[in-house]
């Protein structure tokens, strides 16, 4: 479903850059998700050696835990805010996704590049705030992780070209289907759980595990 309205909206681009007015959307959605990546791509590279020494750093750990605690305080915060702000409403009320938003979510999605900090949850709590709702933050922040991982993915590759060979790349594609094909159902019941229930279950996970390693690194 959602890779094909990734697609439908491709053609749809295509058809607008052309001439065809009426086909906007399609062109709306895909300038949407290229000025929500670039903050992070152009950031990601430019600051590529110190996020490589901080992974490696003896207080990665620490790192992990407090970015895990935090992060779920801030997503039960906005969550709560947002459930509070929303409750005198029959259905959820959603602003429109334009340019200046996917440019901020593009800003935020760059906390990611901190170890422990999840590109999704970055991306869905900023939009969160803006007031997009629950099921469309959810999207829009799967639509964005396609280029981005897509990016990382062939970054690596590159890399590491020195060992790939006949039998690696088998093993890489046959890898690359599965979980294609895994992240098809996991995004589906993600959406579908969205319909019924808040992110709280989430923020709340993050705390607890947040606590659990900051706790274990400061007793090592």
Same mark, same amino acid.
């Given at each position: 479903?959602?890779?094909? %309205? ?6 749809? #681009? ?25 903050? !992070? ?25 407090? #970015? ?16 509070? %702000? ?20 593009? $800003?935020?999605?760059?906390? #990611?590049? $901190? ?9 869905? !709590? ?5 007031? !997009? ?25 590159? %890399? ?8 690696? $790349? ?13 992240c098809y159902f996991i995004i589906r019941l993600f959406? #579908? ?17 947040g606590i659990l390693v900051t706790l274990y690194f400061?007793?090592?």
């Amino acid at each position: 479903m959602y890779y094909k %309205k990734f697609i439908l909206h491709g053609k749809e #681009a295509y058809t607008y850059l052309k001439g065809d007015l009426s086909a906007k959307v399609g062109f709306d959605f895909y300038r949407n998700i290229l000025t929500g990546i670039f903050p !992070i791509v152009l950031l990601g590279f430019g600051l590529k050696g110190i996020l490589d020494q901080i992974k490696s750093s003896d207080f990665l750990l620490l790192i992990l835990g407090m #970015a895990w605690l935090l992060g779920g305080l801030v997503m039960v915060a906005v969550e709560a805010w947002r459930i509070k %702000k929303e409750k005198d409403h029959i259905e959820e009320t959603s602003h429109h996704l334009g340019f200046k938003e996917a440019l901020l979510i593009g $800003i935020f999605q760059c906390f #990611a590049l $901190i170890p422990g900090v999840s590109r999704s949850a970055a991306t869905i !709590i900023t939009a969160r705030v803006l007031g !997009i709702s629950k099921k469309d933050s959810a999207e829009f922040s799967f639509f964005l992780a396609l280029p981005v991982l897509t990016l990382a993915g062939f970054y690596k590759l590159y %890399k590491h070209r020195a060992i790939l060979n006949q039998e690696t $790349i088998g093993i890489l594609v046959f890898g690359s289907f599965v979980s294609f094909v895994i992240c098809y159902f996991i995004i589906r019941l993600f959406i #579908a759980f969205l319909r019924r229930r808040s992110f709280l279950a989430f923020g709340v996970y993050r705390i607890i595990l947040g606590i659990l390693v900051t706790l274990y690194f400061l007793n090592y």
